[in-house]
């Protein structure tokens, strides 16, 4: 069964960047679609972005249009996303998650197309 484990978040000031990996393990990253989803405090848990079984990317949200990007590499069985022109709105804790998905496309930004998930990694904006 795959297991993904999310971490790089932290504490930055606005204007700066981060960059968080998704690691995998217990199965081939190259079959899953990986996504990643914030939640704030108070509010629903919200996709970010996603990186298809091959590299493929599809934003999920238009407040980080141009500022996230996802990536992967799977000889490495990781995913990441980086994150620049960060702001105080990105506060959140980041999540990954995975499904099985051996074609190169994301699928909807719902969390019900995700089986797997990760505990999650807090990204503070805030000077």
């Known amino acids: 069964q795959l297991r993904v484990v999310e971490s790089g978040g932290g504490l930055v000031q606005p204007g700066g960047s981060l960059r968080l990996s998704c690691a995998a393990s217990?199965?081939?990253?190259?079959?899953?679609?990986i996504g990643w989803f914030r939640q704030a405090p108070g509010k629903e848990r919200e996709g970010v972005s996603c990186?298809?079984?091959?590299?493929?990317?599809?934003n999920y949200a238009d407040s980080v249009k141009g500022r996230f990007t996802a990536s992967r590499d799977n000889a490495k069985n990781t995913v990441y996303l980086q994150m620049n022109s960060l702001k105080p709105e990105d506060t959140a804790l980041y999540f990954c998650?995975?499904?099985?998905?051996?074609?190169?496309?994301?699928?909807?930004?719902?969390?019900?197309?995700?089986?797997?998930w990760g505990q999650g990694t807090q990204v503070t904006v805030s000077s």
């Open positions: 990186s298809g079984n091959v590299g493929g990317t599809r």
């Open positions: 998650a995975a499904t099985y998905l051996q074609a190169d496309i994301c699928p909807e930004p719902d969390i019900l197309e995700y089986d797997y």
């Open positions: 217990g199965d081939t990253l190259s079959s899953y679609a």
